[in-house]
């Protein structure tokens, strides 16, 4: 655990929070997919940490993001907070995507606030030379759309999709994925994941269907962020649990069981 100033926090969508922090330790050493567990305000209530995955990190100002949506008592009490205050933090915790085999094509699924975690992602790839991917992303309307532009700033070419057909196609992102498997059939890829639970049990049948891998970031929400309570259990495919908070948040599709 350590103390975090804030930098700034500030609406960047409709509900959707940008928080930076100075972070050194955490800009240091995370790696995409890992998350932070914030406590959201010092008194007792609300009692249990948030956790929130990494949006990105500016090693040399020692900074962190994380994009939130708020939702509860929690992330209502976090959007209040202004810059100078200072978080209790815990992180960067859990385990991360892995690097995709040379030559092989990455394509970025997201849906929601889960897009947050997928553009840490995305700017650590765009350092590997000559590396180019597709983001097929999903938005429940057009005034909840952020940070796309990063996605191709970083060489990826991006595909939108939104519930009520407000920007890009009516429909899901995993529609988009779908379609452009459909015409390379042949293509050495691996899928990166992260969004509504419906969203990844999808991404994980058409991954299985075109007999390529996919890693998918599970939201589930944690006691501890530690792995000592069982809060954050899902099923294992091989039998027993595995928790998000230790064992993921990022699976292979093929560990856990999705419902």
């Known amino acids: 655990m350590h103390q975090a100033e804030i930098i700034f926090n500030e609406e960047v969508a409709r509900g959707i929070y940008l928080l930076r922090l100075c972070a050194d330790k955490v800009a240091e050493s995370a790696n995409p997919g890992q998350f932070l567990h914030v406590k959201c305000t010092k008194v007792p209530h609300p009692l249990l940490r948030r956790p929130f995955s990494i949006a990105d990190t500016h090693r040399e100002e020692g900074t962190a993001d994380i994009i939130y949506r708020v939702v509860g008592e929690g992330t209502s009490i976090l959007s209040q907070k202004r810059p100078g205050e200072v978080l209790d933090i815990m992180g960067p915790l859990g385990r991360g995507f892995p690097s995709p085999p040379p030559g092989t094509l990455p394509l970025i699924v997201g849906g929601g606030v889960g897009v947050a975690p997928l553009l840490f ?53 995993t529609e988009l994925l779908e379609d452009f498997l459909k015409g390379e059939k042949k293509v050495q890829a691996v899928v990166y994941a992260c969004g509504p639970r419906m969203l990844l049990l999808k991404v994980k049948e058409i991954a299985a269907s075109c007999g390529i891998p996919a890693y998918l970031s599970l939201e589930e929400r944690m006691g501890c962020g530690i792995g000592a309570c069982l809060g954050c259990a899902v099923k294992s495919a091989k039998g027993g649990y595995k928790k998000v908070c230790r064992d993921g948040p990022v699976f292979e599709a093929g560990e856990v069981e999705i419902w």
Request: charged share 30%.
């Open 121 to 173: 992602l995305a700017k650590e790839l765009s350092k590997v030379a000559g590396l180019e991917g597709r983001a097929f992303l999903g938005f429940s309307t057009g005034r909840e759309i952020f940070d796309t532009e990063v996605f191709e700033s970083c060489g990826f070419s991006v595909e939108l999709a939104t519930d009520d057909g407000t920007c890009g196609k009516r429909g899901f992102p």
